[in-house]
């Protein structure tokens, strides 16, 4: 792997990370070897950047072009993230250490929200309200001026085209602060943006740490808006400066969704879509079903099933195409996983399968951690309260849909829930019930660009994707155009 450090741009200004200045390494969470360094960003870039973003919103034409003009631009960073898709997912896949299968699908979607972006912004129409009076009446969608997105290591660069795209087709200045586990995507899409023709100035990253330059960029008077993604606890420290400064936030936060399954449900299909709700991405999934619930007719044989599936799935290195889960981030991740399972046994759960690290002796150097179904706890379990963000997952038996609703709904999170059921009738009285951004039935974690995304409760605020994503970058301007015959009377 090319161990060259990564430059960043603030204007003319390149950061090299030579001299004296700050790296960040990224470490292949596959082999533990250098995936890559990056010159790091300090809080006086953050300074420099903000400068640099209102200048280009205030004098680049931008904001001003034709909406069909913007979009052009959108369409072709798509079309050159497809071109360079393989080698952007290889990078992805040593910075994440995710299959290589799934970074493909990550840098294709990414190329997907610029272009799904490029049409919203051409086909976007502003209202024309019923008037009162003589007048002329409308109300127009504007961008902020300058706009942070911050974003967290699981899902790199398809986070930050899913804040970027809408953010610039609205006509906003954008600085993305991409997570320090995974920052080098984040570079590759600037460097795109600005070879795709977006004007300097337009997009900057700052590839730091949040503790300095995410904050320095919440806090910055400068910035007029902030998108985030990541953990709940940090949602609520960037909310609660957004909260002091009255700027708007979108909040995409955690969960612990609720995974459902019915005794009337097709039931291989369920342990199916209970196997990858979990266990896709090794649980690093914001919307991982990690809370099971089977009725208990069912429940004993449904999680022998559950655990036979477990059991076959294939834990390898990111490049095998066989590799069914990879590692997990970090070793500091990996152990904060395994303490939660530690702490699943000492509050009285049974470890069914998994609960420890691989024996492939290839796997070593690697932080994997293995496919892991617990039961015999109570949904008051810290277990199963709290997000532990890896291939957890935790089996309750439930009654009835009064009762799997009622404890399906017991916990502060309510990003997404998923159930199995053969009643279409029963589906939509459960779906209306649960408290969650997103309700999957028949079928778990799907998800595409013109379906809004976010969460209820603690998950977050506010929503991303389809037109919704694009209102969370614009503030609406009510506009009166008088068309009086006479002069106005007091
Ligand atoms: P995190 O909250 O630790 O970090 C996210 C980003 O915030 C990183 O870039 C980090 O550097 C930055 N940051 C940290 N402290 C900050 C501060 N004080 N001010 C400003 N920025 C700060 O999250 P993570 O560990 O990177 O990601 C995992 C979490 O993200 C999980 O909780 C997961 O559920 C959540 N997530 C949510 C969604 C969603 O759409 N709801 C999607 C993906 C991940």
New binding site residues.
């Given amino acids: 792997m090319d161990t060259q450090i990564k430059s960043f741009q603030v204007g003319d200004a390149w950061r090299s990370g030579q001299d004296g200045e700050h790296v960040i390494v990224s470490i292949n969470p596959a082999d533990g070897s250098i995936a890559g360094k990056v010159a790091r960003a300090t809080p006086e870039d953050v300074d420099n950047a903000v400068a640099v973003a209102w200048d280009a919103f205030r004098n680049q034409p931008w904001r001003r072009l034709r909406p069909d003009q913007r979009a052009t631009t959108l369409y072709e960073i798509g079309r050159r993230i497809l071109l360079e898709k393989d080698a952007l997912a290889r990078l992805q896949m040593a910075d994440s250490g995710k299959p290589l299968k799934e970074c493909v699908n990550m840098v294709t979607s990414a190329a997907g929200h610029f272009r799904y972006y490029a049409a919203v912004c051409e086909t976007w129409q502003n209202e024309v309200t019923s008037p009162r009076g003589e007048y002329f009446s409308l109300a127009l969608a504007e961008p902020f001026g300058v706009v942070a997105c ?6 790199p660069i398809m ?1 930050e085209a ?1 804040k970027a795209a809408p953010a610039l087709a609205a006509g906003n200045a954008v600085l993305i ?5 995974t920052p080098q995507l984040a570079i590759e899409l600037a460097r795109i943006c600005a070879e795709a023709g977006l004007p300097q100035g337009l997009l900057t990253v700052l590839p ?4 300095d ?6 806090k910055h008077p400068g910035v007029r808006m ?1 998108s ?8 609520r ?2 909310g609660s ?1 957004a909260g002091q400064r009255l700027i708007p936030v979108g ?5 612990k969704s609720p995974h459902i399954v019915f005794e009337d449900a097709d039931f291989d299909k369920a342990v199916a879509g209970v196997a990858s709700g979990i266990f896709g991405s090794a649980g ?5 079903g990690s809370r099971l619930f089977v009725q208990k007719s069912i429940y004993p044989r449904f999680i022998e099933a559950l655990v036979e599936r477990t059991r076959a799935i294939r834990v390898g290195m990111p490049d095998d195409p066989g590799t069914e889960m990879g590692p997990l ?1 970090s070793r500091a ?1 990996r152990d904060k996983v395994a303490a939660y399972v530690d702490l699943a046994r000492q509050e009285g759960g049974k470890v069914l399968i998994g609960g420890g690290l691989p024996e492939a002796p290839e796997l070593a150097n690697g932080w994997f951690y293995m496919p892991t179904v617990i039961d015999g706890l109570s949904n008051k379990a810290r277990a199963c309260q709290e ?1 532990i ?1 890896g291939p957890v997952l935790v089996a309750l038996p439930f009654e009835d849909e009064a009762d799997v609703i009622t404890q399906g709904n017991d916990t502060v999170f309510g ?1 997404a829930a998923g159930m199995w059921t053969g009643d279409y009738a029963r589906a939509w009285r459960v779906a209306r019930e649960l408290d969650a ?1 997103s309700v999957w039935i028949n079928t778990y974690k799907q998800s595409h660009i013109a379906t809004p ?3 209820f409760k603690d ?2 605020i506010g929503r ?1 994707k389809g037109l919704h994503g694009l209102r969370l970058y614009s503030q609406v301007k009510s506009l009166y155009w008088g068309m009086h015959e006479k002069p106005l009377s007091l």
């Fill in positions: 911050i974003t967290p290591w699981n899902s986070n899913q602060k991409p997570s320090e586990e730091g740490l949040g503790e330059v995410g904050a320095a960029l919440v902030v985030f993604t990541g953990g709940t606890e940090t949602g420290v960037i400066i909040l995409e936060l955690g969960g690093q999934s914001c919307v991982a981030v991740h997000e963000f990003l951004g995304f976010g969460g998950s977050g991303e």
